[in-house]
């Protein structure tokens, strides 16, 4: 009697495993066509862009195949949403038109536990792109930017942050300057405990600058108390004084890694250091909540569609639905954008504008479920 009681159990555990491996296939399936799909395009339309941004350039074509190459996993980040919505709708649409959801729901599994292997790979999905994919994806877009730098803008870096402080490269009128500081006040552009090592046109080192605070101002850097040292000469006090500069502000947070270049697991690091050195980080701090933020909203990409393509067929206006679906994903995208933008302005704090999107999609995901499984 207990063999037959248990019997039953593991035979339903069994099947549950085998519908779930099933339905986990089908949108792994669909989720690598349409990866693979979308970024044959991309590939496409980066080529083409980057031919006609190098047409005046003296580069090979292999360098714009590279060039593209090297973008490409950087742009897959922006389009995994869409191609996690596009499988887990075509996954739920066949499964429905083959009738084949009708059988599992008269079976008695709810919406729920047929979504839950579709779920599972969608958070699998948003880690493994967060960890694994946006490590690769910065380090390619990194040396994009160096040939980009390099063949198209025709400009280099001159700014790094270290532990030490802030070190700035510029060129003047007697020649090359090399600034060091231990902080800087981000809004007024002051910088603290300055040292300057100035370079002739000949890379010949003929002067130094130690000074306790330095302004940027329009076309010069201007120091205050500071003690002016040349090779062979006894240092000399100055109260104030100034040297020529192209920089401005935004040259110079341009200046910056993009956030996009900076792994997942070195975010936080460097995060610490720019605040350290008296920088602002908004556009790091809304990337790295952005990454953990994926699996949250691919799972609500897998929610909204099932939403949009798990009706019965018999209802008609599946194609209607289905565009409502991809429509609602655009209608994200952008929206998402607006809320990054203000999170970047700070009119909001980067957390919330971070997890807003993925959180409001999930609610309402959720809450049509609901209504499509109670009704």
Do not use: C
């Not at 047409?55 to 191609?83: D, R, Y």
């Not at 990194?142 to 270290?162: C, F, P, T, W």
């Not at 300055?194 to 080192?205: A, D, G």
């Amino acid at each position: 009697m207990t063999q037959r009681a248990v019997a039953p159990s593991v035979r339903h555990l069994r099947l549950s495993q085998t519908l779930s491996g099933y339905i986990a296939r089908q949108f792994l399936f669909w989720f690598g066509s349409f990866l693979i799909s979308l970024l044959g395009i991309i590939l496409m339309v980066s080529l083409v862009d980057l031919l006609d941004r190098l047409a005046t350039k003296n580069v090979s074509l292999g360098l714009v195949v590279q060039m593209a190459l090297l973008k490409l996993p950087h742009l897959s980040q922006e389009v995994m949403a869409f191609i996690v919505l596009f499988a887990s709708m075509t996954t739920f649409w066949r499964l429905t038109r083959s009738h084949e959801l009708v059988v599992t729901r008269a079976a008695g599994i709810s919406i729920w536990q047929f979504l839950l292997p579709v779920l599972a790979m969608a958070v699998l999905v948003g880690l493994l792109t967060a960890t694994v994919l946006n490590p690769l994806a910065s380090i390619l877009l990194g040396r994009y930017d160096q040939l980009e730098a390099n063949h198209i803008k025709h400009q280099s870096s001159m700014l790094a942050v270290s532990k030490t402080g802030l070190w700035l490269r510029q060129a003047d009128g007697e020649g090359q300057s090399v600034i060091h500081a231990a902080r800087v006040s981000d809004d007024s552009m002051v910088l603290h405990d300055v040292i300057v090592f100035r370079y002739s046109n000949s890379n010949r080192f003929f002067s130094r600058i130690d000074s306790r605070r330095a302004r940027l101002v329009p076309g010069a850097w201007k120091f205050f108390d500071a003690w002016h040292s040349q090779p062979g000469t006894p240092a000399t006090f100055v109260a104030e004084m100034s040297i020529e500069t192209t920089m401005t502000r935004e040259k110079i947070q341009e200046s910056f890694a993009a956030p996009e270049t900076i792994s997942f697991w070195s975010l936080p690091g460097f995060i610490a250091l720019m605040e350290g050195a008296g920088f602002s980080a908004l556009r790091h701090k809304l990337q790295y909540n952005k990454l953990l933020a994926l699996p949250v909203l691919f799972s609500a990409m897998i929610l909204l569609a099932a939403t949009f393509s798990l009706r019965p067929q018999r209802r008609g206006h599946v194609a209607t639905m289905i565009m409502a679906g991809i429509l609602f994903g655009f209608l994200l995208y952008f929206v998402s954008n607006f809320v990054f933008a203000l999170g970047l302005s700070a009119k909001i704090p980067v957390v919330l504008a971070a997890w807003t999107p993925a959180g409001i999609s999930l609610m309402l995901g959720v809450a049509s479920l609901l209504h499509l499984e109670d009704g």
